[in-house]
C-alpha cells in the first residue's frame, strides 16, 4: 500500500490507473477506522481494480463548536488496517493542500441538506459535498463507497453526483452494529461507559418503532412516538431529531406505505450520535 499525501500525486496516479483501462473503487474517511470503514473497504476491494482510501478530517464540515480539534486520529493505526484490506493507496491530504489560501468554491445541494444533520449542523453538507467532490476529481473513481449510518449523507452525494453528471457510481452500504446493537462510530470513543449504555437507546428506540410497524401500525406519529419514549427515557439522552422520512427525498411521511427511513440524532452526554434504520411498509 502506497501512502500518499500530494493531491497532484494522486490525481497523476489516478490518471495513470485509468489510462492503464484499470477501474477504480473508492472509500473516502475521516479515519479512525472501525469494522464499519473496514467492510465498506473490503466492498470497494471487491468493485475496482484499485482501491482508493481517503483519510482527511475535512475542517469545512465541522460548525465551530464542534469536534473538528478533538476528533480521534491514529494514522499509524489506520495505515495498517487499511493495509490488511488491500488498499492500494491511503491518500491522506493536508488541510493546506485541500484548502489553499484563497479557496473560495463550494459545492450546495439544496433540499435533501436542509432537514435532519442539515438543520442541526448549518453548513455541513455544504462542506461534505464539497470535499466529496474535490476527492471525487482526485481519485477519480468509478464507484464510490459510503455507509449508510450516514444516510443523509449519502443522499446528498448521490444527488450531487446525478445533478453534476458526475461519472461515478454512489453506492451505500449497510450499518455495522456492535453485538448489542450500538451502530458503529469514531465518536463512540467519546462515550464513558455510562453514556455507552445510554447510548443504545438510539437503536432500541429505532427497534421499538420497526416492532410496531411489523405489527401492523402504519400512522408515522405512533411509530415515532414509540421511538421517542424508549430514546429519550435516559436522563443522560436529549434527542436531537427523530423523523420517518421517504427514503429517497427524506421528506417526512405521515404514514408508512412502502419503506421509510426511521433517522435519529441524539445527544448523549456531550456526544451527538446518528442512527437509521429503514422500515417496511406494505
Ligand atoms: O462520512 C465521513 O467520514 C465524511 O463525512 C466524508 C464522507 C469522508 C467527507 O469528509
Not at 475542517?59 to 473538528?68: I, M, R, T, V
Request: glycine share 10%; charged share 25%; hydrophobic share 45%.
Amino acid at each position: 500500500m502506497e501512502i500518499i499525501s500530494d493531491s497532484g500525486a494522486m490525481q497523476e496516479q489516478a490518471r495513470a490507473w485509468r489510462t492503464e483501462g484499470r477501474t477504480i473503487a473508492f472509500v473516502p474517511t475521516m479515519g479512525y477506522f472501525h469494522q464499519g470503514h473496514l467492510s465498506l473497504m473490503r466492498y470497494g476491494r471487491e468493485q475496482g481494480r484499485r482501491l482508493v482510501v481517503s483519510l482527511f478530517v475535512n475542517p469545512a464540515q465541522f460548525g465551530p463548536s464542534e469536534d473538528l480539534d478533538r476528533y480521534p486520529r491514529d494514522l499509524e493505526r489506520d495505515a495498517g488496517l487499511a493495509a490488511a484490506e488491500g488498499v492500494d493507496v491511503l491518500f491522506t491530504p493536508t488541510a493546506g493542500d485541500m484548502y489553499p489560501s484563497g479557496y473560495q468554491t463550494y459545492v450546495e445541494v439544496g433540499e435533501l441538506s436542509r432537514g435532519l444533520c442539515g438543520a442541526s449542523r448549518p453548513g455541513h453538507f455544504r462542506g461534505v459535498a464539497t470535499v466529496v467532490l474535490k476527492l471525487f476529481n482526485l481519485a477519480a473513481p468509478d464507484v464510490a463507497v459510503f455507509g449508510e449510518k450516514d444516510y443523509q449523507q449519502l443522499r446528498v452525494i448521490q444527488q450531487m453526483a446525478a445533478d453534476l453528471n458526475l461519472p461515478v457510481r454512489v453506492v451505500g452500504r449497510p450499518i455495522v452494529r456492535e453485538p448489542d446493537g450500538l451502530a458503529l462510530s469514531s465518536r463512540n470513543t467519546y462515550l464513558s461507559i455510562e453514556e455507552r449504555r445510554a447510548a443504545l437507546s438510539l437503536i432500541q428506540g429505532l427497534n421499538a418503532a420497526a416492532a410496531r410497524a411489523a405489527g401492523g401500525e402504519r400512522r408515522a406519529e405512533a411509530l415515532l412516538g414509540a421511538a421517542r419514549a424508549v430514546i429519550t427515557a435516559s436522563p443522560l439522552v436529549r434527542l436531537d431529531y427523530l423523523e420517518l422520512a421517504d427514503p429517497d427525498t427524506l421528506k417526512p411521511v405521515e404514514r408508512l406505505q412502502g419503506a421509510a427511513r426511521l433517522l435519529t440524532a441524539a445527544w448523549v452526554g456531550a456526544t451527538r450520535l446518528i442512527d437509521n434504520i429503514l422500515i417496511e411498509g406494505d
